[in-house]
C-alpha cells in the first residue's frame, strides 16, 4: 500500500497538527474519538468529532488538520478485495457497537471481527450485498420532524428554507441542526433518503424513470448520477446484479472502485 504526496514524490510527513495533501492506493475511514479534525478534500472541508467519521475512495486527494489533543485513528481497506459503496469523500455516523469494535481493533482485541465483518458493519452492506447508505437521524425537534416526513415521503420538494417558514425556525439553524446532529447537510442528507427508498423499487423491477420520479428526483439523470456517485454503478447496473428486472434504457457504465486493509495514518 501507498502514501502519495499529490504532484510530488516526496515521503508525507504527518505531524500532531495534520498533514499535507497526498492520496492512498486503499480505502481509508478516518475518525477521531477525542477532539476533533478537519479534512480537506475536492469535495470540501469535512470536520470530524465522535461519532463522526469520513470514508476516503481510494486515490482521493485530502490534507488534515488535528486540534490539540486530538486523537486520530484510520482503518484502511484493501480496493480489490472490498468494494466501497462511495466514489468520493463520505461522511458516516458510528454506532456504539462499531465504535467499540474499532477501538478494540487498535488495542489487538479486534480480532473476533475480520475485515470483512468490519468493512460491512462500516458501509451498511447487507447479506446479500445491497449498500443502504448510512442515514444517522436528526434529533432536535425541528429537524426531526422535517427527517420524519422525508422518510414517509422522500418526494417532498420542500428547500430548507420552505421547511424552515412552515416549522417557524431559521432556515440556517434547520441547516446547522442537521449537519451538526448527522454529519451531512440538509440536502444530502434528503438525497440518501431518496437513494434508499430508490434501492427497493429497483428492486420490484419498476423502471428508473419512475423511480426517479417517486423519490423525488426533478430528472431521470439527476437520479442516474447520484446513484453512481454513491453506489459506485447506475441503477441498470444495481439492478442487474441484484437479480431484478430490467429497470429501462441502456445508461453509461460508471467505473466501480473496488477494496484494502491497513491502518496507517492519514
Known amino acids: 500500500m501507498t502514501d502519495r504526496a499529490a504532484g510530488a514524490t516526496d515521503e508525507i510527513v504527518i505531524t500532531a497538527t495534520g498533514h499535507a495533501t497526498h492520496w492512498h492506493d486503499y480505502h481509508q475511514l478516518l475518525y477521531a474519538p477525542l477532539g476533533r479534525i478537519t479534512v480537506t478534500t475536492p469535495d470540501g472541508e469535512h470536520e470530524l468529532t465522535s461519532p463522526q467519521a469520513l470514508w476516503l475512495p481510494a486515490g482521493t486527494p485530502h490534507s488534515a488538520a488535528?486540534?490539540?489533543?486530538?486523537?486520530?485513528?484510520?482503518?484502511?481497506?484493501?480496493?480489490?478485495?472490498?468494494?466501497?459503496?462511495?466514489?468520493r469523500a463520505t461522511t458516516i455516523r458510528l454506532d456504539?457497537?462499531?465504535?467499540?469494535?474499532?477501538l478494540a481493533r487498535t488495542r489487538g482485541g479486534g480480532a473476533?471481527?475480520?475485515?470483512?465483518?468490519?468493512?460491512?458493519?462500516?458501509?451498511?452492506?447487507?447479506p446479500h450485498g445491497d449498500a443502504r447508505l448510512p442515514l444517522?437521524?436528526?434529533?432536535?425537534?425541528?429537524?426531526?420532524?422535517?427527517?420524519?416526513?422525508?422518510?414517509r415521503r422522500p418526494d417532498d420538494q420542500r428547500t430548507?428554507?420552505?421547511?424552515?417558514?412552515?416549522?417557524?425556525?431559521?432556515?440556517?439553524?434547520?441547516?446547522?441542526?442537521?449537519?451538526?446532529?448527522?454529519?451531512?447537510a440538509f440536502s444530502e442528507w434528503r438525497t440518501r433518503v431518496r437513494l434508499n427508498h430508490s434501492l427497493a423499487l429497483l428492486s420490484r423491477g419498476h423502471q428508473v424513470g419512475a423511480v426517479a420520479a417517486k423519490v423525488g428526483f426533478t430528472s431521470t439523470n439527476g437520479y442516474i448520477l447520484a446513484f453512481r456517485r454513491h453506489f459506485g454503478r447506475t441503477p441498470g447496473v444495481w439492478t442487474k446484479e441484484h437479480g431484478g428486472r430490467p429497470s429501462g434504457p441502456p445508461e453509461p457504465v460508471g467505473s466501480v472502485p473496488s477494496a484494502r486493509k491497513s491502518a496507517t495514518g492519514g
Open 136 to 151: 444517522p437521524r436528526p434529533t432536535s425537534e425541528a429537524a426531526r420532524a422535517v427527517a420524519g416526513t422525508l422518510l
Open 112 to 126: 473476533e471481527v475480520d475485515d470483512a465483518a468490519m468493512f460491512a458493519a462500516l458501509t451498511c452492506v447487507g
Open 66 to 87: 488535528f486540534d490539540s489533543g486530538s486523537l486520530v485513528l484510520t482503518e484502511s481497506f484493501d480496493p480489490v478485495r472490498h468494494r466501497l459503496p462511495y466514489t
Open 96 to 102: 456504539e457497537t462499531a465504535l467499540r469494535h474499532l
Open 160 to 184: 430548507a428554507t420552505e421547511w424552515a417558514e412552515s416549522l417557524y425556525v431559521s432556515a440556517t439553524s434547520l441547516r446547522r441542526a442537521f449537519r451538526a446532529e448527522t454529519g451531512l
